[in-house]
């Protein structure tokens, strides 16, 4: 009888082993699973703080967009009612220069305005010599073309010698 007593006490004993065994693999995996687990929270928690962050800043660009856009429409608008009234004065002054009274007063008309002589007084034409005189003298010291040329220029009487 103590023989099956023994017997029944490894085979126990056996059992609870086997049991322990299956019990501390599990606990390895739960310990395992919870390790996991607190990682994958960490890692989403700092995801979450940065998507916020992010957000954050596509807010406040959007609200900064929105504010220049706004601006911009304003100032567009502006322009397009400038240029309109600008479009509007140009056909105004189109329809006046070729109007029918306009087209009269034309061919009606029998002078021109042309320049036909100058008047210079003495005081000018001292005043330009005398330039005339500086410039060449500054040309020679220098040996600058370009002051000649201008002095040349000057001497002839400008550029409406060229008009006359």
Known sequence: KEADSQKAFEELMATKMRELGTLQETLKQQALDHATKSMTLAES?????????QLDAD?????????????????????????????????TAVEILTGEDAQKIFQA?????VQLSAVTSR?????????YHKLASLARHYHNFAMVQLAAMLRSGGHFDKVI
Do not use: Y
């Not at 005081?123 to 330039?131: E, F, I, L, Q, V």
């Open 109 to 113: 008309s029998t002078t021109t305005f």
């Open 123 to 131: 005081s000018s034409t001292k005043r330009r010599n005398s330039a």
């Open 59 to 91: 807010e406040k660009f959007f609200d900064e967009t929105k504010s220049a856009c706004q601006v911009k429409a304003q100032e567009w608008n502006e322009r397009s009612r400038l240029r309109t009234m600008e479009l509007q004065g140009i056909n």
């Open 45 to 53: 928690e700092e995801l979450l703080d940065a998507t916020k962050a």
